[in-house]
């Protein structure tokens, strides 16, 4: 997958700041009507406490069957420490050597983490978002930002997320019985479609079948580096 050069990597955290900021302008939160996926990739990033290196899988899947087409890894050492707010920072140089790997287009990424639900409205998947010119969801396991009534009890039950006087995603239940996923818009998709989309992609787990693929191929490729 040829992916552009969309800046320069920041080693300090004022200028990390000052990059998302400027490019929250150009996040698109509205879908496309055509948009319907085929190929879904879901990526995800694992590391150790008290290393350095970070573990990168993306896993391809087609809709409407959720089969695997394609995984791809990459591992590299970190450039950026962990700040909350900030871990795009950290994670996408590694993701974005994954994708490199890719062969398949993907026609939407999910990731887990936040898309505009963020303090800045610019979290992971809307910055892989703008790097890899495709729509993008956050799909996240834990609330960084807003406020929303607890969804019912039954999967697919959603409330919309508040930040600012803003809707920035919703809470779904993804599976009855489990705690909810917090879902927003990276890139490229308004909030409907991403819920939409999670819930298309799921296959009876909390987590989507692209997130949950992804973790599980990314705990894999980091346990052979120990073998």
């Given at each position: 997958?040829?992916?552009?050069?969309?800046h320069?990597w920041?080693?300090?955290?004022?200028?990390?700041l000052?990059?998302q900021?400027?490019?929250?302008s150009?996040?698109?939160?509205r879908?496309?009507s055509s948009?319907?996926?085929?190929?879904?990739v879901?990526?995800?990033?694992?590391s150790v406490?008290?290393?350095t290196?970070?573990w990168?899988?993306v896993v391809?899947?087609?809709?409407?069957?959720?089969?695997?087409v394609?995984?791809a890894?990459?591992?590299?050492?970190?450039?950026?420490?962990?700040?909350?707010?900030?871990l795009?920072?950290r994670?996408?140089?590694?993701?974005?050597?994954?994708m490199?790997?890719l062969?398949?287009?993907p026609?939407?990424v999910?990731c887990d983490?936040?898309g505009?639900?963020?303090?800045?409205?610019f979290?992971?998947a809307?910055?892989?978002g703008?790097?890899?010119n495709?729509?993008t969801i956050g799909c996240?396991?834990?609330?960084?930002?807003g406020?929303?009534?607890?969804?019912?009890?039954?999967?697919?039950?959603?409330q919309?997320?508040k930040?600012?006087?803003?809707?920035?995603g919703?809470?779904?239940r993804?599976?009855?019985?489990?705690?909810?996923?917090?879902?927003?818009?990276?890139h490229?998709?308004d909030?409907?479609?991403?819920?939409?989309l999670?819930q298309?992609?799921?296959?009876?787990?909390?987590?989507p079948?692209?997130?949950?693929?992804a973790?599980l191929?990314v705990?894999r490729y980091?346990?052979s580096?120990?073998?």
């Open positions: 997958m040829k992916i552009a050069e969309l320069s920041p080693n300090d955290h004022k200028a990390a000052q990059i900021k400027d490019l929250s150009e996040i698109i939160t879908a496309e948009i319907k996926p085929r190929i879904v879901g990526v995800d990033v694992s406490r008290g290393n290196r970070l990168a899988a391809a899947i087609h809709l409407p069957e959720l089969k695997i394609e995984e890894f990459a591992t590299i050492e970190a450039g950026y420490p962990y700040i909350p707010g900030l795009s920072f994670e996408i140089p590694v993701l974005i050597e994954a490199r790997n062969t398949s287009k026609d939407l999910i983490g936040q505009i639900a963020h303090p800045r409205f979290g992971l809307s910055h892989l703008l790097w890899l495709v729509p996240a396991k834990s609330l960084l930002v406020e929303a009534a607890e969804p019912g009890i039954h999967a697919g039950d959603w919309p997320l930040y600012k006087n803003r809707t920035v919703g809470i779904l993804t599976r009855k019985g489990c705690k909810p996923m917090y879902v927003s818009p990276g490229m998709i909030v409907d479609r991403s819920i939409s999670v298309a992609t799921n296959k009876g787990y909390r987590l079948e692209p997130t949950r693929l973790h191929a705990t980091r346990l580096f120990s073998e």
